[in-house]
C-alpha cells in the first residue's frame, strides 16, 4: 500500500523528506522522482484502493478528483496528533497571523515553538517543544479528522475565502468544527455568537477586546498597539494568562509590527502611504478604514475577490470622505459598486497606475492617506500579497514632481 501526497506545496514538501511517498500534483505532466524517491505522478495515476494514507496541502481544492476518490484522507495536523506538548490553535478571518507571532513572543521562554499557516509546516516543527502554537487556517481544519487543540483562540470570523468553501455557512462551519472534537480541560475563546455551540472545552464567549482584558483582568492602558492590533495583543496575553496564570504586557510592548500591515511611510514629499496589502479579505479593509475614518483616503481595491460580496465594504465607506482605486480582475465591479453607492472612483486597472492617479490628487496635507487596502487576494496580478506590497512601495518612492 503507498502513502499519497495531494499538491507539492510547502506543506507536502516538508512531510515528503521523510520518503516512501506518491505526490500527485497537476503541474505533474509525466511520472518522475524527487530528490527524496518521492514518486512525482499526474492525478490520473492515482488509486485510491492502493493508497493508505492521503495527506493534502491546507489550500489544495476540495472539489478536486483526487480529494473526492480519497478514502483515508487526513491532514497534517492529524498525521502529527502524536506531539505530546500543549498545541494551540489561532484562527479567525483577520489577524490571526499576528496573534499568532504575538502569542509565540509570550511563550517563546515557556519552550514554545511557531508554525502551521503562519510559514513554518508541522514536518518542521520541534516535537520535542513543549508548545505549539498554530496558526490554523479553515483549509486545515476542514481536512482534520481527529487532531484538536489544548487552547483554540477564533477571532473574529466574516465572509472569506468563499470561492473555496462554497459559502459563508461551509467556511463559518470549519472555523466552528474544533469545538466538536475538544476534550475536558481544553479551553476556547470565541465570539459571544458561538459561545453556545456544542463542546465539552470551556468557553469564553466576548464581544470585543474590553470585554476580554475585563474577564482576564487586563488593562488596555497599558497595552501599546491600537486597532486593529489591540484585538491581536489581548488574545495573546490570554493564552499567557490561561497557562502561566501571567500576563506579559511589558514584554508584548516590545512586539514589532510585521511589514505589510498598516505599514506607514512617507514619500518624498512627506505624505504618508500605508502599505496594508496583507488586507486580503473585507473584515481586514473595514478595520484600516476605521482606523484612518478622520482623514481624506486614497484607497486603492482590488484583485481576486474569491466571491466574497463586497457591498458591506461599500456600506462602510458611505460614511467617509474617501476615492476609491480600483485595480486588479475585479475592477469593473468595484467600478459598478461605486457608481451604485454614489462614492468617487478612478478606474486604473493596475497598481502603478493606481499609484501616479492618487499622486496627482494627493495634497501635501497631514489631513489626507494614502491607503493599499485591497480587500481581495494579490494572485490575479502578483506572486503574492508580499509582492504587491513591494511593487507599492517601489512605486511611491519612484514617484516624481508635480505642481500640486
Not at 483577520?94 to 521562554?109: C, D, F, I, P, W
Not at 479553515?138 to 487532531?147: A, G, L, Q
Amino acid at each position: 500500500m503507498k502513502k499519497s501526497l495531494f499538491g507539492y506545496g510547502l506543506t507536502t514538501k516538508a512531510i515528503a523528506k521523510s520518503g516512501g511517498w506518491d505526490i500527485y500534483d497537476d503541474k505533474f505532466s509525466s511520472n518522475s522522482k524527487d530528490e527524496f524517491g518521492n514518486n512525482l505522478l499526474n492525478p490520473s495515476e492515482f488509486n485510491a484502493n492502493l493508497s493508505e494514507l492521503e495527506i493534502p496541502s491546507p489550500g489544495f481544492p476540495r472539489t478536486h478528483e483526487l480529494v473526492q476518490k480519497a478514502k483515508n484522507l487526513i491532514s497534517e495536523y492529524d498525521y502529527f496528533n502524536d506531539f505530546n506538548g500543549v498545541k494551540i490553535w489561532i484562527s479567525g478571518t483577520n489577524g490571526k497571523t499576528t496573534t499568532t507571532q504575538m502569542t509565540q513572543s509570550l511563550l517563546e521562554n515557556y519552550g514554545s515553538v511557531m508554525g502551521g499557516n503562519v510559514g513554518v509546516p508541522l514536518a518542521n516543527l520541534d516535537k520535542n517543544a513543549k508548545i505549539w502554537v498554530l496558526e490554523t487556517s479553515s483549509f486545515t481544519i476542514h481536512y482534520t479528522k481527529f487532531s484538536k487543540p489544548d487552547i483554540y483562540i477564533l477571532l473574529p470570523i466574516t465572509p472569506d475565502h468563499l470561492s473555496w468553501h462554497g459559502d459563508f455557512s461551509e467556511y463559518e462551519k470549519a472555523k466552528l468544527k474544533p469545538l466538536k472534537t475538544m476534550s475536558e480541560g481544553s479551553v476556547a475563546i470565541v465570539p459571544k455568537a458561538y459561545a453556545n455551540t456544542p463542546t465539552l472545552a470551556k468557553v469564553i464567549g466576548y464581544e470585543n477586546e474590553e470585554d476580554l482584558a475585563k474577564f482576564f483582568g487586563l488593562n488596555l492602558s497599558e497595552i501599546n498597539f491600537k486597532v486593529p492590533f489591540l484585538m491581536d495583543a489581548v488574545m495573546a496575553l490570554c493564552v499567557e494568562k490561561i497557562l502561566f496564570d501571567k500576563a506579559n504586557i511589558s514584554l508584548l510592548n516590545k512586539f514589532v509590527i510585521e511589514n505589510n500591515k498598516l505599514e506607514e511611510f512617507s514619500d518624498k514629499f512627506g505624505r504618508i502611504w500605508v502599505n496594508d496589502t496583507k488586507a486580503t479579505n473585507l473584515d481586514a479593509a473595514i478595520q484600516a478604514l476605521r482606523r484612518y475614518k478622520d482623514k481624506k483616503i486614497h484607497i486603492i481595491l482590488g484583485g481576486d475577490d474569491k466571491g466574497v460580496d463586497l457591498e458591506p465594504l461599500f456600506k462602510e465607506l458611505l460614511n467617509l470622505q474617501i476615492c476609491v482605486y480600483a485595480i486588479g480582475s475585479n475592477t469593473q465591479k468595484l467600478m459598478n459598486l461605486c457608481e451604485k453607492f454614489n462614492i468617487n472612483a478612478v478606474k486604473c486597472e493596475f497598481l502603478n497606475a493606481a499609484v501616479e492617479k492618487i499622486h496627482k490628487n494627493y495634497a501635501n496635507s497631514s489631513d489626507e492617506i494614502a491607503l493599499l487596502s485591497p480587500a481581495c487576494a494579490s494572485l490575479d496580478q502578483f506572486k503574492s500579497y508580499a509582492e504587491r506590497g513591494d511593487k507599492f512601495k517601489e512605486y511611491v518612492t519612484n514617484l516624481y514632481k508635480i505642481n500640486f
